[in-house]
């Protein structure tokens, strides 16, 4: 089934050089935050988006459109990430993308980030374990739905419904008990 949308490849230019540059404007910050909430360093989230957009490059024209542009993109960073992550991708927590260093110039990413940082609910999901987290950072911030998680994540799409479920439970009681300490009843 061909994603319907903006988003498909049919809508990209068919030589991977121009198709390249667009891919970078549409999607360059949307793969950095990506690879900066898996590494917590912006200089190796850097290096990992340029190599994500150079195997997009190298493999455009062998890209199907099966899933939309953005989903195979996201696909090929967390793919990127493991690579490069290695074991210790699964013993660090991932980091909120909105403490990225910030540069010395002003920019509406970087404005975006900082609203971020205020998020108490981004704050709260920092503390679940990292299935959880990858699934909800994925559907609420980049918008994927569960198929499209599935298909980036390599996961069958039942255990990403199941994660996501677990993780907005998992959120809950967390914000639930930061409100019972917060009042004064809790332990």
């Known amino acids: 089934m061909k994603p319907a949308g903006s988003n498909n490849k049919e809508n990209f230019p068919k030589d991977p050089s121009q198709a390249l540059e667009q891919l970078m404007e549409s999607f360059g910050s949307t793969i950095m935050r990506t690879a ?8 190796f989230a850097e290096d990992i988006s340029q190599e994500v957009f150079l195997r997009a490059y190298r493999n455009w024209n062998s890209f199907r459109g099966d899933s939309s542009v953005k989903t195979w ?33 002003f920019n509406v990413e970087e404005e975006a980030l900082k ?9 709260h999901m920092l ?18 739905d569960t198929r499209e998680i599935a298909k980036a994540t390599s996961s069958p799409e039942g255990t990403v419904r199941n994660r ?4 907005r439970e998992a959120l809950a009681r967390e914000m639930r008990k930061e409100e019972t300490t917060d009042d004064g009843h809790g332990a």
């Open 115 to 123: 609203r971020l940082q205020k998020s108490e609910i981004l704050r």
């Open 73 to 105: 993109l996201t696909t090929i960073a967390i793919n990127v990430c493991r690579d490069k992550m290695g074991v210790r991708m699964f013993t660090e927590q991932p980091t909120d993308p909105s403490k990225m260093e910030q540069g010395r110039t």
């Open 127 to 144: 503390r679940l374990p990292l299935p959880y987290q990858e699934a909800l950072y994925l559907y609420y911030y980049l918008d994927l």
């Open 36 to 43: 900066y909430f898996y590494t917590g360093d912006r200089h």
């Open 164 to 167: 996501l479920y677990r993780a």
